[in-house]
């Protein structure tokens, strides 16, 4: 997940989607819990184990708040985050805490799941997230999902979206709302994510990225972002990488504040199609059985 330098050009106008030109290859964010976890403690599930933590000084979690925006990054970007989290705080964080207490009610295990994943010019960081899984599932089904996403040319429609058994009791609702990724305001505070910019992707994700794109890591990863208010799981995952590439050269502070106004509008829309799409799956179960594998339903 990494590389250069961000821009920023307050002058360039807001394009649609099908406007970007900024490559033209083809080729096949996927933000579910891909890899295996591992337990440290009773409050918080990683897929990394305890010794490469460890060795590895990126890759941990902590309360610090960063107040300095990080080498490349505009200063007015990190005010923006730091003053939306402070002043918004009576309202997430009895959000936080009601959700911390029905993950531990409504499944066993851990309240959260941490995850490597390539941050701002490749920089390694372990994001939090509120466990939406049951512990201790298979992986393999994402990633075949993922794999078929990023070479296929179709739309990016979340594992989930086809009834995923993986899923806890009121899951598919937390991460239709994103309301699973509250905790990565944590990560904004720490300065390892802004709460505007590309969707952090896995570093197995990275591996198989063309040298191309790459460049979507030239900005900070955000909770929201240009990708996920013009289309989001509709497009394809070409088209994914090259919104994200075109809010990292044309990173400015109008933009973060349209994205930011576009993002609750975009998530009533996704919640409303989740809702559409579990009725119509539903008469559909009835009718084929209920043996049917993940696998089969990718």
């Given amino acids: 997940m990494y590389t250069a330098d961000a821009s920023s050009n307050p002058a360039v106008s807001l394009v649609e989607p099908s406007d970007l030109r900024v490559c033209r290859d083809s080729a096949g964010e996927c933000d579910a819990q891909t890899s295996s976890p591992q337990f440290d403690n009773l409050t918080t599930a990683s897929d990394q184990p305890q010794h490469a933590r460890k060795n590895n000084p990126n890759a941990h979690f902590g309360t610090g708040i960063a107040v300095g925006a990080p080498a490349g990054v505009p ?4 005010i923006l985050d730091i003053t939306a989290i402070l002043l918004t705080a ?8 009601i959700l911390t207490l029905w ?19 490749g920089r390694r960081f372990m994001i939090l997230k509120f466990r939406t899984m049951k512990v201790n599932v298979e992986t393999q089904s994402h990633e075949r999902h993922l794999e078929q996403l990023m070479h296929g040319d179709r ?3 979340k594992l ?9 009791p009121g899951g598919r609702i937390l991460r239709a709302m994103g309301l699973d990724e509250l905790p990565q305001l944590f990560n904004v505070l720490r300065g390892e994510m802004s709460l505007v910019g590309p969707r952090p992707c896995t570093p197995h994700e990275f591996s198989r990225y063309q040298l191309w794109q790459h460049e979507r890591v030239n900005a900070p990863p955000g909770l929201t972002g240009y990708w996920q208010v013009n289309g989001k799981n509709k497009t394809t995952f070409t088209e994914m990488i090259n919104m994200d590439i075109f809010y990292t050269k044309n990173m400015a502070l109008w933009l973060d504040l349209t994205i ?37 339903r990718c």
């Avoid at 200063?75 to 990190?78: A, L, N």
């Avoid at 009576?90 to 805490?97: A, G, I, N, R, S």
């Avoid at 993950?103 to 010019?121: C, D, M, N, T, Y």
């Fill in 103 to 121: 993950i531990k009610l409504a499944s066993p295990g851990p309240i959260f799941f941490r995850q490597e994943r390539v941050g701002h010019r």
């Fill in 160 to 168: 989930d979206a086809s009834g995923d058994p993986r899923i806890i």
């Fill in 260 to 296: 930011m106004v576009k993002t609750f509008p975009a998530v009533i829309s996704q919640v409303m199609e989740t809702r559409i799409a579990t009725r119509v799956r539903t008469p559909a179960s009835a009718g084929n059985g209920s043996n049917e594998s993940v696998a089969e």
């Fill in 155 to 157: 739309p990016m429609t």
């Fill in 75 to 78: 200063s007015w970007k990190r």
């Fill in 90 to 97: 009576p309202f997430w964080l009895p959000v936080v805490m």
